[in-house]
């Protein structure tokens, strides 16, 4: 499977089909190495992280796990979030989320539990990202959205959600910090964000992240 977003193939289903398309993601066996979300009415499978974004992984988490709201847990174990009201499903990178929404059964987790859902963009996944992620995360309500932008080197902090997408926004390129909103309030130091292992095999190390596409990312929030 090539290093981009897959769409699989599903039966026809009528267009109320969220729940149809649902219960067959949850029922799919899932190669291992890839993740499977449900996107503008699709399932895609799209590779998960690179291993040396652990290490920005782990300096989120360890810098939001003191700023937690009472009764909430943040984690990058991956779990999928259901969003039905918006016909999705996501597995966000890094998360902040209700503890008690994990006491459950189920093989996934109620999307109005997030607080916070994190996203490391790819090659794979940045327009996702961008495009679809950050206006749903919106209309669902959750409060904050943060991309950490792996192609170009910034960082950008959304909140304050409406229909319409977010009001609020900051960003800060690699190596600055961000200011994270409430319920967390502080600042985010990204040193070393950006630092791409040297190897000759790593597909970053061919080409300068000035180089890379940008999506249409949104301008208007300020």
């Given at each position: ?9 599903t ?14 993601l ?21 590779p ?47 998360y902040?989320a ?5 006491r459950t ?37 959750v ?8 192609q ?18 900051s ?19 990204t ?25 249409e ?6």
């Open positions: 499977m090539l290093d981009r977003p897959t769409a699989i193939e039966p026809e289903v009528p267009e109320d089909s969220f729940q149809a398309l649902f219960r067959t949850m029922t799919m066996e899932v190669p291992d190495g890839y993740r499977a979300e449900i996107i503008r009415g699709n399932i895609v499978m799209s998960w992280s690179r291993g040396y974004y652990l290490d920005v992984m782990d300096a989120l988490v360890e810098q939001l796990m003191p700023r937690l709201p009472e009764s909430e847990r943040v984690s990058y174990a991956p779990f999928l979030f259901a969003l039905p009201g918006q016909e999705r499903a996501y597995g966000p990178d890094v902040v209700a503890r008690q929404a994990f059964t189920e093989r996934f987790i109620d999307g109005e539990a997030l607080t916070l859902a994190a996203e490391l963009t790819s090659s794979s996944t940045r327009n996702a990202d961008w495009l679809d992620k950050l206006p749903v995360y919106a209309r669902a309500g409060p904050v959205y943060l991309v950490l932008d792996m170009v080197h910034t960082a950008s902090a959304f909140w304050e959600p409406t229909p319409e997408g977010y009001a609020k926004r960003v800060a390129k690699f190596g600055e910090k961000l200011r994270l909103p409430p319920p967390f309030a502080f600042d985010l130091d040193t070393g964000f950006g630092t791409v292992p040297e190897h000759p095999e790593n597909p970053e190390n061919q080409g300068n992240a000035a180089n890379s596409a940008d999506p990312t949104p301008e208007n929030q300020e």
